[in-house]
């Protein structure tokens, strides 16, 4: 267009020097032809709408159709329109889709293209892109939508060969041989009565057939109420091997989540991480900011230095990022809210694991089991193990781990804390969690 605009005012010049009635003319087709586009492209522009749909849930490996309408409401045609949709860079090569098509008036056109769903995550679809101009070419508009749309992978699920965690409660859906439990809702048989035996356990069909009392025999039963602690934290993993690490923990914990689900048993989630929909809080003045800002204040700046008030301007207190938590339940609502938050999961809050575990294991009911995932060792997670297994909770604790082995499994071991390291899918499909103690 500013080149239409200099040809104009050029033959106006011309014009006006040799009064050449033909260049007037050009001047005013030229300058209504222009006026007419602009109004064109202003009235369409206000009546132009891009709607994307597709499924915003999708498991690793499958395809997703993302379909792009663009609708023209006006009267007036539209000789071209540019869609440019940005694309999540996991899950392709191409920065962005790109196609060109013409809408008539009142028309609408779909243009589609297909994700690939490649890796877990929370990615965003969009934002889109429409250029779009007049029948002359003179001018072009272009208009971007406000927000994009998010795209959620759920982890990858492992089988689980075996999962040997018993739990402490009574009353459950799985014979043990803990025989120390008995559910009432599942019995056995009969046999006869001794002496401390409950009247009301007496079969007394049972008793009029045979001639002397008989007691009701019931199978030892467990249920599994199952609470999973993930730990992210970032400083409490070993930098080098944090992605894979995190990844593998991330994909243990929903295959575990997953298993007792599928089991009808009761489990929950504690993630010591972030959950990628949130954003991140504004962070805080540090006290090097502080520093500063406080240069010309010579008391602040001693303050500064002496190590006080560092506690008022941490740059993220824990309250900023809390644990994502996920209550104890059952059923398949139940578990695909775990794995939704477990696909938006991400390295990341500043609060120990081990207040974690003691600040959310004192809600848990008496004789649930607790799964901690950790990388290792990390400040106060064995003494906070040990007393959540003196306290009646049955406690499995899984090193998600790379590198060199350390003697803390064996430690951990013998608290009679029960224990598995993990370094592959292949550990994740042979899962065995029992307790090995120390004689």
């Not at 040809?7 to 300058?31: D, H, P, T």
Request: hydrophobic share 45%; aromatic share 10%.
């Amino acid at each position: 267009m500013p080149g239409l605009f200099l040809f104009l005012i050029g033959l106006v010049i011309v014009a006006s020097m040799f009064r050449i009635a033909f260049y007037y003319f050009i001047v005013y087709f030229l300058g209504l032809v222009a006026m007419l586009a602009w109004l064109w492209v202003r009235h369409i522009s206000r009546r132009i709408a891009l709607r994307r749909e597709f499924v915003d849930h999708a498991f690793q490996g499958e395809t997703v159709t993302v379909k792009l309408q663009i609708t023209n409401r006006s009267r007036l045609p539209l000789p071209w329109v540019k869609v440019e949709d940005h694309l999540p860079q996991p899950l392709t090569t191409a920065d962005a889709f790109r196609a060109v098509v013409t809408l008539g008036p009142r028309l609408s056109r779909t243009v589609t293209y297909e994700l690939v769903a490649k890796a877990r995550g929370y990615f965003p679809v969009g934002p889109a892109q429409l250029h779009f101009g007049d029948v002359f070419g003179f001018f072009e508009r272009m208009l971007s939508t406000q927000s994009p749309h998010y795209l959620t992978v759920y982890p990858k699920i492992i089988p689980l060969a075996d999962l040997d965690m018993p739990s402490r409660s009574p009353f459950g859906q799985f014979r043990t041989n803990e025989i120390i439990y008995e559910d009432p809702s599942r019995v056995a048989g009969v046999r006869d009565y001794l002496r401390g035996d409950s009247w009301r356990r007496i079969n007394w069909r049972a008793t009029a057939t045979l001639g002397r009392l008989q007691v009701k025999k019931y199978e030892p039963a467990i249920t599994l109420d199952t609470m999973l602690f993930l730990n992210l934290n970032p400083t409490e993993f070993d930098e080098h091997y944090l992605d894979p690490a995190a990844e593998l923990a991330i994909t243990l914990a929903s295959s575990i989540a997953h298993h007792l689900a599928d089991r009808r048993q009761s489990v929950g989630l504690v993630l010591n991480g972030r959950d990628r929909s949130v954003p991140l809080p504004a962070l805080k003045p540090t006290p090097f900011d502080f520093a500063f800002s406080a240069v010309d204040d010579g008391d602040a700046a001693d303050d500064i230095r002496a190590g006080q008030g560092l506690d008022d301007f941490h740059p993220l207190l824990d309250e900023e990022l809390p644990p994502v938590v996920v209550p104890l339940g059952k059923g398949r609502i139940h578990v695909m809210r775990m794995l939704e938050v477990l696909a938006r999961a991400d390295a990341g809050g500043v609060e120990p694991f081990s207040q974690v575990l003691r600040r959310y294991a004192a809600d848990l009911p008496w004789g649930c089991t607790i799964v901690a995932i950790a990388w290792g060792r990390s400040p106060g997670l064995q003494e906070v193990l040990v007393a959540l297994r003196r306290a009646s909770f049955r406690v499995v604790l899984l090193l998600v781990r790379f590198g060199p082995a350390d003697d803390f499994l064996s430690i951990m071991r013998a608290q009679g804390i029960a224990c598995q390291e993990i370094r592959g899918e292949e550990d994740v499909r042979r899962i065995r969690a029992r307790v090995a103690v120390a004689r």
